[in-house]
């Protein structure tokens, strides 16, 4: 018994020892490849299932004639069409607005035209009429976005009027914009600080703009996103400038200025 306890303090030394060389003697990188626990996931992300295949607003037929696009229209603003990332697209001036009430002896045209408000919404994300990723609303010729979305993230920038040559990613409004943080180390949209900031009381940044013609204008968005199979983010900033109103029917150009996962 007295041999084997003496031997012990032997046997520690030598696993010290060993487990040391063995360390050592390992691929310096291994370390840095050993998975870390992710951030515990918010409710928000265990609950939204993300998908590839998004609903699609079917429009209403007489006014898909109001809103398609020209030869005339593309040869117009071929020299920005003909850059990577733009495009051009129209909407219906929503008359209604947010009515819960209309009064048909002053709103007829607004009880006419209610179901046009489908066209009057547009993801510059997904380039088709819908109600989410990048998306605006033009109602009472005001372009407004989304205020609070379990999805996303968004606001807008009034520009004024600019020369497209001028926005790039580099531009000062442009960086300004990206320093806002919009969301936290845990992926959570910070939209009630946004709300609360002095940017927005300042009216630097805002959720609703006058729809001045030829003033340019920067959406940025943050929104979910199916990406290999994952849950991430992505952060868009895109350029869109009003360019024609007629007949309530708006046609609007734009660019994409930036984009990244994060």
């Known amino acids: 018994m007295k041999y084997c306890l003496r031997k012990i303090p032997f046997y520690i030394l030598w696993i010290i020892l060993f487990g040391s060389i063995s360390l050592f003697g390992q691929d310096p990188d291994a370390a840095q490849n050993i998975p870390k626990e992710p951030f515990p996931k918010p409710e928000i992300l265990k609950k939204w299932v993300p998908t590839n295949s998004f609903p699609t607003i079917t429009l209403p037929e007489n006014l898909l004639p109001h809103l398609a696009i020209t030869n005339a229209d593309i040869a117009e603003f071929h020299q920005l069409l ?32 209610s179901d046009y408000a489908l066209g ?20 009472k010729t005001r372009f407004s976005v989304t205020k609070k979305s379990p ?9 004024g009027k600019r020369e497209w040559s001028e926005i790039n990613k580099k531009t000062k409004e442009v960086v300004e914009l990206s320093k806002i943080k919009m969301i936290n180390r845990y992926g959570e949209f910070q939209m ?28 940025r968005s943050v929104f979910w996103g199916n990406r290999e199979n994952l849950i991430w983010q992505r952060e868009t900033i895109y350029a869109f400038q009003l360019v024609n109103l007629k007949n309530n029917i708006a ?12």
């Open 82 to 113: 003909s850059e990577k990332n733009t495009g051009i697209f129209k909407l219906w001036n929503d008359i209604c607005g947010e009515l819960k009430v209309i009064d048909v002896s002053q709103n007829g045209d607004c009880l006419e035209y």
């Open 120 to 139: 009057s919404q547009y993801s510059l994300d997904l380039h088709k009429y819908s109600n989410i990723n990048s998306n605006i609303f033009l109602s």
């Open 151 to 159: 999805q996303s993230s968004q606001f807008l920038m009034d520009l």
């Open 192 to 219: 009630n600080k946004i709300l609360e900031s002095d940017e927005l009381k300042n009216n630097r940044i805002a959720l609703s703009y006058p729809a001045a013609p030829n003033h340019i204008f920067l959406l």
């Open 251 to 262: 046609t609007i150009i734009w660019k994409e200025i930036n984009s990244k996962w994060v």
